[in-house]
């Protein structure tokens, strides 16, 4: 599990009113073992299941295993962290494409140069009020309409991901 994208993957039912954030666990080394807040360290597999608000998760990990090997050097430790800027958050249900793409379709990508790299049917509008009683709306057209089963891509760094988990066999749709 030295590859954070397996690890954040482990926390799908990780609580939704947990006290830390399911991808700071996985980024300071964690996998989420499916009990409570109980969490391990995937090289050391130390443990720590006493989470509070506000806790910072390679902090604790810190303290509590100072000899592990992903706490003094992540990259020695032979860590693959997420790139980029576009993760999204595991849900309870992931959801995984298994299919192919239709013919002549693009995956979506996001990315932090979403601004500069957006197709040009982008656009947002605001409206202003009418009167002093009624609100300002704000309206957006879709970022891209994609056929049904075309999967989305989370982004990085020039709008291309690289995945842990192997592609779908025949199929090219991560650019490694």
């Not at 810190?62 to 576009?86: E, H, K, S, W």
Request: glycine share 8%; charged share 10%; proline share 11%.
């Amino acid at each position: 599990m030295n590859c954070e994208e397996k690890r954040l993957f482990t926390f799908n039912t990780w609580p939704s009113n947990a006290p830390v954030d399911a991808r700071r666990m996985a980024k300071a080394g964690f996998v989420y073992t499916g009990k409570g807040l109980v969490v391990e360290c995937f090289l050391c597999h130390g443990r720590i299941d006493d989470w509070d608000y506000g806790d910072q998760a390679m902090a604790r990990h810190r303290i509590m295993y100072p000899n592990c090997p992903f706490v003094l050097d992540p990259n020695q430790a032979g860590n693959i962290p997420l790139t980029g800027t576009g993760i999204l958050a595991p849900t309870s249900q992931p959801q995984i494409f298994t299919g192919t793409t239709a013919p002549n379709s693009q995956p979506l990508y996001l990315s932090s140069a979403l601004a500069q790299t957006a197709p040009p049917t982008l656009s947002t509008a605001w409206t202003a009020p009418q009167s002093m009683f009624s609100k300002p709306t704000v309206t957006s057209s879709p970022l891209y309409s994609a056929p049904m089963r075309t999967p989305l891509s989370i982004g990085s760094l020039g709008g291309h991901y690289r995945s842990c988990f192997p592609a779908p066999m025949g199929s090219s749709l991560f650019s490694y």
